[in-house]
């Protein structure tokens, strides 16, 4: 009886130092082994796969400022071209063709002011005087259109003879200059059309039936 109490002592220490050594070494296997990743939570994982959002502000496109004299509102129309101010004496003549009459070059004096020293010319067409300057003998643009017939009609297609109200509903912004007059001719009135600081003028020449008697397109500079 005591033999058999012994035998079942010893199977059980055996048993009991069995498996503390199977759990020692299950755990270093773990901690060990790099083939056995350790859990990750929902958190860490949503984390590590979300990429940061960069938000970037879009390029700035530097606009490009055009050239001053293709504004058109300071133009006559010619079939399906415009002659504008500040527009070369070859590129009018093409457009418009050899004028009735041309003067001849001179160069400006000192009773000029602004213009003294300058260059100066001017083409005649019917109902149509264009004036142009130039610092250059042979190189002169246009600085002044007078129409004083209906030949000619603006780019909004103002003409002379046209009523005020039809001026008007061409030019929106145009002005009654009121404190404009004309020498020996106190009845008629002066409508002014300008932009900004471009340095184009237009001004419509109304008679006392507010019908446009002249139209005067021209560029100033200091």
Known sequence: MKIISSIIICVTLLFI????????????????????????TNANSESDSTEETVFMDPPVSTPELGNIKEDKYYSIK???SFVQLRDKEKTVVHILGEPEEASQVKQLGDGADTFSG??????????????????????????????????????????????????????????????????????????????????FFA????????????????FLFD
């Open 203 to 218: 001004e419509f020449i109304v008679n006392e039936s507010d019908v446009i008697k002249e139209i005067h397109m021209y």
């Open 118 to 199: 300058m260059y100066s010319k001017n083409l005649y067409y019917s109902g149509l005087i264009l004036k142009f300057l130039g610092v250059e003998k042979n190189s002169l643009w246009l600085s002044e259109i007078i129409l004083d017939e209906n030949e000619y009609e603006t780019s909004e297609g103002i003409q002379v003879g046209d009523h005020l109200e039809k001026l008007k509903n061409a030019y929106s912004n145009i002005k009654y200059a009121n404190l404009k007059r004309i020498d020996n001719k106190p009845n008629l009135k002066i409508y002014e059309y300008f932009q900004g600081d471009l340095g």
């Open 78 to 80: 010619y079939k399906q």
């Open 17 to 40: 130092v069995c498996c503390s050594d199977f759990k020692e070494e299950h755990s270093s296997i773990s901690a060990t082994d790099p083939s056995i990743e350790p859990p990750t």
